[in-house]
């Protein structure tokens, strides 16, 4: 035999160093998706380096491709394995979130897993794609506090219905419960079609320019409702009119909150043009608290029932505890909706937004001028959205004129400064439409203030400049036929309105739209003798050459909402 094939001598305590190495290494073994997952402890000498070096197969520390969603949430991590193949690897949580987290969160504690914000799973699940990026800053706040309104909200429905089926129960013969109670219940039902046909016809708008302040209305009536449906058990006689009522005033408020929860916060939300996917994951937070909120529904109905049921001497303490369950859960849902609200900062104008900022440039410049985030922590909930003497922007006819002569005064002093589009130079391409398109009024009632009429076609700098007009109208006009007062007023806001503009931007407004909500509009180039659309001659009249209308029109012609 060749010294190469020859077997090497193995000295005792190299022997010894092996088995005890051998042992080291011994084969652990771990089910794993029906095979035998084969793992080896670490060599001690290799702890070291081990713990530093890519296990076989991967390159962790070598370059990585990041694939992210169409919303710039990190899906994965792709990496080149030393075969030069692709190595598919977990996302890694933003750096963001791992600061001041320290090390006590390196081994994944058990509340961190369930953590979206921390769970590259449960963050797909219950969070838009791109989270935090693709939604507005007050989502998060909002959430919390959504959240926890509807957990109280689902064990409000979970005990109000236990209570109606108890109610229907009471006071009949088994023979006729089951014929009586679908009829009953269809009933109770049908009367809900009346409140979503009223609530809708109704309420949009109004949703659209106060979202805060409907977003509780509708959910403290849904609140209402329950409470109705809580103590129909108490006069089972009486269970269609209390259920119907309870039916159709549910039903109007979420009729309310669905257009807000669809509508006006979606939008306000999504900054990803991700709507769709805002939805859904709100969807699905409401469903996992529907289940969570099953048992502890029934369970507070439960305790409730065996309260009346065990010691019926004393109904007032059997009162006392519904009264402390149920009426805990209803104040629960109410503080959570409250807070919902107030942390909502909307950066889109509505008539009371843009007359505060107005007011605020009035006085003190642009430097006076909220950002949206004071200015929405300063508007509240229900708190006034207008003070004594402000303009009322967009208001009706009635309000801004006494009547047909005094509307055409006031009228002509806006259309002082207009450039009709007869007294254009001989083929000018300049616009034919220059002007105001909105025209100042005085409301003379509750002590007097300036009244806003706004043209049908007014974009956004129109009513801009008609809040700015307004606002120093309410100082510098003594009545509604104070003719320089109005002038003035006219004045100083077409020459403050680009600087109005800017500042508003600067503070982080929107200022290529305005909520007007339920503001009539009206077709006033049919009285200013000019075209009233946007940009083209003759535009939003009826009638008339170039599209404008006599002053003598009718008042047809002239009224438009």
């Not at 005890?20 to 402890?41: H, N, Q, W």
């Not at 969807?283 to 289940?291: D, K, P």
């Amino acid at each position: 035999m060749s010294a190469a094939a020859r077997p090497a001598a193995i000295a005792p305590r190299d022997a010894a160093r092996r088995v005890a190495s051998t042992r080291a290494r011994r084969v652990v073994s771990a089910p794993l998706r029906g095979r035998t997952e084969r793992r080896r402890a670490p060599h001690p000498a290799r702890a070291t380096t081990r713990a530093s070096t890519p296990r076989e197969g991967r390159s962790d520390d070598g370059p990585t491709l990041v694939e992210t969603s169409s919303g710039g949430q990190q899906l994965r991590r792709w990496g080149r394995t030393p075969t030069g193949g692709f190595d598919r690897q977990p996302p890694r949580r933003p750096e963001e979130e791992l600061a001041g987290q320290g090390e006590a969160t390196s081994g994944r504690s058990g509340f961190a897993r369930w953590d979206p914000r921390l769970s590259p799973r449960l963050r797909a699940v219950f969070l838009p794609a791109g989270y935090p990026d693709t939604v507005s800053p007050d989502y998060a706040p909002f959430i919390r506090w959504h959240l926890g309104s509807l957990m109280f909200r689902n064990v409000l429905e979970v005990i109000t219905a236990q209570s109606l089926l108890v109610a229907l129960g009471m006071g009949s013969t088994p023979g006729a419960l089951p014929l009586t109670a679908a009829t009953k219940w269809v009933l109770k039902d049908g009367i809900g079609s009346l409140a979503t046909l009223a609530a809708g016809s109704l309420g949009g708008q109004k949703c659209d320019e106060d979202p805060k302040r409907w977003w509780m209305v509708s959910n403290a009536f849904e609140d209402v409702a329950r409470v109705i449906e809580l103590v129909t058990p108490a006069a089972p006689a009486l269970f269609l009119p209390l259920a119907a009522t309870a039916t159709f005033v549910r039903t109007a408020a979420l009729t309310g909150r669905g257009s807000l929860v669809n509508g006006s916060l979606m939008q306000h939300f999504a900054r990803n043009e991700n709507t769709a996917d805002v939805r859904a994951r709100l969807e699905v937070q409401g469903r996992w608290l529907a289940l969570v909120a099953l048992p502890v529904g029934i369970g507070i109905f439960r305790t409730v029932s065996q309260s009346f049921a065990s010691d019926p001497e004393e109904p007032a303490r059997d009162v006392a505890i519904a009264v402390a369950l149920y009426g805990g859960v209803v104040c629960a849902h109410l503080v959570c909706i409250w807070n919902a609200a107030k942390v909502l900062r909307f950066e889109t104008l509505n008539r009371a937004r843009l007359v505060r900022q107005a007011r605020a440039f009035r006085d003190g410049g642009a430097a006076a001028i909220a950002d949206y985030n004071a200015a929405g922590d300063e508007e509240g909930v229900f708190r006034a959205r207008f003070s004594p003497g402000d303009p009322v922007l967009g208001a009706s006819l009635p309000d801004a004129a006494r009547d047909w002569a005094h509307l055409e005064r006031l009228v002509g002093h806006a259309r002082d400064g207009f450039i009709s589009p007869m007294e254009l130079p001989p083929g000018s391409s300049g616009r034919t439409d220059v002007g105001r398109r909105f025209a100042l009024g005085w409301n003379e009632r509750d002590g007097g203030c300036p009244a806003v009429l706004l043209d049908a076609d007014a974009t956004a700098r129109d009513v801009f400049a008609a809040a700015l007009a307004g606002v120093h109208a309410s100082r510098g006009v003594r009545g509604g036929d104070d003719a320089e007062g109005f002038g003035r007023a006219y004045a100083w806001g077409d020459a403050r309105v680009d600087e109005f503009i800017v500042a508003m931007a600067a503070k982080g407004w929107r200022v290529d739209f305005v909520q007007l909500g339920t503001a009539p509009r009206y077709r006033l180039g049919s009285l200013l003798g000019t075209g009233s659309g946007g940009g083209e001659v003759g535009g939003g009249t009826r009638g008339g050459k170039g599209g404008s209308v006599g002053v003598d029109a009718s008042v047809d012609d002239v009224l438009a909402t």
